[in-house]
């Protein structure tokens, strides 16, 4: 079973950037596509990002396009969240999932096996 972990997360001022990271370790991570969700309190988990297992395709929420980049590593197992332009509305917690093998895309959680933990991030107005 493939183990995800997410790094990156912290307090940013509205108008800054983080970076998220998420490792995969323990299974295959190449021919998975891979997606970034996250949950505000309160609210459910809801899609971010995703990136097909070859990385030549992406899918942003609505919310997010243009703001926000995800792109993948496969030398080093590792997906990244590049996130721009940060509101307040962006604060939640993290999580790094894969999808389904040689999927090209990633939008609900249903087609996710695997999650990290999540990390927190919490932008400040």
């Known amino acids: 079973q493939v183990q995800l972990v997410e790094s990156g997360g912290g307090l940013v001022q509205a108008g800054g950037s983080l970076r998220l990271s998420c490792a995969a370790s323990g299974g295959t991570f190449s021919s998975y596509a891979m997606g970034w969700f996250r949950q505000a309190s309160g609210k459910e988990r809801e899609f971010v990002a995703s990136?097909?297992?070859?990385?030549?395709?992406?899918y942003f929420a609505e919310s997010v396009k243009g703001r926000f980049t995800i792109s993948r590593d496969n030398r080093k197992n590792t997906v990244y969240l590049q996130m721009n332009s940060l509101k307040p509305e962006d604060t939640a917690v993290y999580y790094c999932?894969?999808?389904?093998?040689?999927?090209?895309?990633?939008?609900?959680?249903?087609?996710?096996?695997?999650w990290g933990q999540g990390t927190q991030v919490t932008v400040s107005s």
């Open positions: 999932a894969r999808g389904g093998r040689y999927y090209s895309a990633i939008t609900e959680e249903q087609m996710c096996d695997s």
């Open positions: 990136i097909s297992w070859s990385g030549g395709k992406t």
